[in-house]
């Protein structure tokens, strides 16, 4: 990541408010940007967010190369990528107690839109049940069908489920991420997301060491 190309954040990524209290400077394991960024706070929506954003490009990069920037590269994780590269999606166990199941009928087959599959356990749900199931993921190593790096190559309003888990905490700004996937869904589309609780209690007691 360069650090000399980082955008300085001004107003608030989701509602644009200039209305911006300034957290404290951010702890990270990596000792060239330790402190680099701080944590900002909008008091208009109470969104937190990092005070410099990496360009979309260098952001991309980032993901494409497995980044320690952008994952965690815990022993457990790095283990289960390796098994992912060297077994292939047809080894993937598929992940069927889900809380999403509890509301969608899994067996009522559809079309599913996944970005971040990641290790493709939901995904491959899905994908057993029949469903037409089309991914987005820029790590060049997720392989499995209908996995691809580009959102413009899924067509508009075709989507019945759309599933984003942990990653628009990732993306530059969550409310074009948001509208590109909404395009996506038909009329009675559904979308779960999932991210990270600033309000909560680890969030408070941690303040800026929260890993989050």
């Known amino acids: 990541?360069?650090?000399?190309?980082?955008?300085?954040?001004?107003?608030?990524?989701?509602?644009?408010?200039?209305?911006?209290?300034?957290?404290?400077?951010?702890?990270?394991?990596?000792?060239?940007?330790?402190?680099?960024?701080?944590?900002k706070k909008c008091l208009n929506c109470r969104h937190r967010f990092l005070s410099k954003f990496p360009t979309e490009q260098d952001l991309e990069e980032l993901y494409k190369n497995n980044s320690e920037y952008v994952f965690s590269h815990e022993l457990h994780e790095d283990y289960e990528k390796n098994k992912f590269k060297d077994e292939g999606f047809k080894k993937v166990i598929s992940f069927n107690d889900h809380w999403i199941f509890d509301f969608i009928n899994i067996n009522q087959n559809g079309e599913y839109l996944e970005i971040g599959p990641g290790l493709c356990r939901l995904y491959k749900?899905?994908?057993?049940?029949?469903?037409?199931?089309?991914?987005?993921?820029?790590?060049?190593?997720?392989?499995?069908?209908?996995?691809?790096?580009?959102?413009?190559?899924?067509?508009?309003?075709?989507?019945?489920?759309?599933?984003?888990?942990?990653?628009?905490?990732?993306?530059?700004?969550?409310d074009k991420f948001l509208k590109n996937i909404n395009d996506k869904l038909n009329i009675d589309g559904k979308i779960f997301l999932t991210f990270p609780n600033s309000d909560s209690f680890k969030s408070k007691i941690l303040n800026n060491k929260w890993d989050m």
């Open 125 to 174: 749900t899905f994908y057993e049940k029949n469903w037409h199931c089309e991914g987005l993921d820029l790590q060049p190593f997720i392989k499995a069908p209908g996995i691809i790096n580009n959102l413009k190559k899924i067509k508009n309003n075709t989507k019945d489920v759309a599933v984003a888990l942990d990653v628009i905490e990732h993306v530059i700004d969550p």
């Open 1 to 39: 990541m360069d650090i000399n190309n980082l955008v300085i954040n001004k107003l608030c990524p989701i509602c644009k408010s200039e209305k911006i209290q300034d957290k404290k400077e951010i702890q990270s394991k990596h000792s060239e940007i330790n402190f680099l960024f701080r944590l």
